[in-house]
């Protein structure tokens, strides 16, 4: 039997990076009711591990979306092509549990995501994409 510690890859001195929005409606319960907005950030930490750094930001100017996550790729997931994935209306477990799997398995550039998240997946305009860079 192959253990789930088999598939995952080494920690990297740049892992992934998840940026969860915390701004003035992400995180809010006024804006996006029955969501458990203040465990969020620790449950995602929690279900990462070492593969990813998750911090919380400022608004990103994609409220309609929100909650908003966005996953940037490790030093080598860049290496191999990946990109910042966007995702919005990021508020039930299940799509954290399919980040977090994400994150695990190599995330952009490495593998592929899992379950429904593309679908959570949306685009931004180079503007607000440069902001995130920043
Ligand atoms: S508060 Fe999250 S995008 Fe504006």
């Known amino acids: 039997?192959?253990?789930?510690?088999?598939?995952?890859?080494?920690?990297?001195?740049a892992p992934c990076r998840i940026t969860v929005c915390r701004g003035c409606c992400c995180g809010d319960a006024r804006k996006?009711?029955?969501?458990?907005?203040?465990?969020?950030?620790?449950r995602l930490r929690g279900a990462v591990g070492e593969a990813a750094l998750v911090r919380a930001s400022e608004c990103l100017d994609v409220c309609d979306q929100a909650n908003v996550m966005v996953v940037q790729p490790s030093a080598a997931g860049r290496a191999a092509g990946g990109r910042p994935v966007?995702?919005?209306?990021?508020?039930?477990?299940?799509?954290?549990a399919d980040i977090a799997a994400w994150v695990r398995a190599g995330g952009p550039g490495l593998a592929?995501?899992?379950?429904?998240?593309?679908?959570?997946?949306?685009?931004?305009?180079?503007?607000?994409?440069?902001?995130?860079?920043?």
Do not use: C
């Open 1 to 13: 039997m192959i253990s789930n510690s088999a598939r995952v890859p080494a920690p990297s001195a």
């Open 112 to 134: 592929e995501p899992p379950g429904v998240l593309d679908l959570y997946e949306f685009t931004v305009s180079r503007r607000v994409g440069k902001a995130l860079e920043g």
């Open 86 to 96: 966007w995702l919005g209306l990021v508020n039930d477990d299940d799509a954290l």
């Open 32 to 42: 996006v009711p029955g969501v458990d907005h203040a465990g969020q950030i620790g």
